[in-house]
């Protein structure tokens, strides 16, 4: 039997290794305020197929390299502190003015993340070898930051690479460059209202990405088309949207 089309045969030969040193800090509550900090720095790497990915056997381990999913750093603080105004704390216990400023809580969620990895490609026609990912020549040892990648410029220094014109797969390994990093704070102030007995009203305002902070996504990564080195796209970190929302809500509980 002779087979003239194409193939495809998934085998569980992708290996996966993972690294990191965890810390954590929490502090109780106490005078209203509680806090808990955590932080990860790792590594993960990954190697077989698919890999970067290239599916030819003999060239299995070019596609050795950094996980796609990898950050090497991760920070993220929460905090929740209760304003010492109104009924039982330091200031302001009785009064019209402790009707107004008493009972509110201000929360927030801050946290930097590493960017992700990319590889650099390029167009895979001279390699002659469909089905896989060709790679970029890399022609520079070091590849330097040049700024930011939008508005005009390049994220990184497009010069270090070039495309591939022979039947080879290009010097520069699969996910050898990181994107922009992530910083954000989302931030909520709540109250909760005794109407009468069992009856409770309780009032949120959440505000995602309050300093209304861009998040990029990794740039242009071919060194074959248009735009090579800049960044065209947000990275909006699981939400729907990137800029700053607001949202309101109230629950009547009895």
């Not at 932080?39 to 030819?56: A, D, E, L, R, V």
């Not at 009707?99 to 809580?105: D, E, K, L, T």
């Not at 022609?139 to 010069?159: H, I, L, N, P």
Request: charged share 15%; glycine share 10%; aromatic share 12%.
């Amino acid at each position: 039997m002779r087979i003239t089309g194409t193939t495809n045969v998934f085998k569980p030969v992708l290996d996966v290794n993972y690294n990191s040193l965890q810390v954590a800090v929490s502090k109780r509550l106490q005078n209203g305020l509680s806090m808990r900090m955590a932080y990860t720095w790792s590594k993960n790497m990954q190697g077989g197929f698919p890999g970067g990915s290239i599916w030819i056997p003999e060239y299995k381990e070019l596609n050795r390299s950094l996980a796609p999913v990898d950050r090497t750093h991760n920070f993220i603080v929460n905090s929740t502190y209760e304003l010492p105004f109104g009924k039982g704390k330091a200031y302001l216990t009785h009064g019209f003015a402790a009707a107004i400023v008493g009972g509110w809580s201000l929360s927030g969620t801050f946290y930097h993340l590493s960017g992700l990895p990319f590889s650099v490609l390029a167009d895979g026609s001279s390699c002659n070898c469909p089905g896989n990912t060709q790679r970029a020549d890399r022609v520079k040892s070091q590849v330097a930051r040049t700024g930011r990648g939008v508005f005009g410029t390049t994220y990184f220094d497009t010069s270090a690479f070039a495309p591939v014109n022979t039947v080879k797969f290009g010097s520069a390994n699969y996910y050898s460059l990181r994107g922009p990093g992530a910083t954000n704070l989302d931030a909520a102030i709540s109250r909760n209202f005794h109407i009468w007995e069992r009856l409770n009203f309780a009032l949120r305002l959440d505000s995602y990405n309050v300093t209304n902070t861009p998040h990029f996504n990794n740039p242009n990564n071919n060194v074959s088309t248009s735009g090579f080195g800049t960044i065209t796209a947000l990275n909006p970190l699981g939400r729907q949207i990137d800029q700053r929302y607001f949202r309101l809500g109230g629950r009547l509980s009895f």
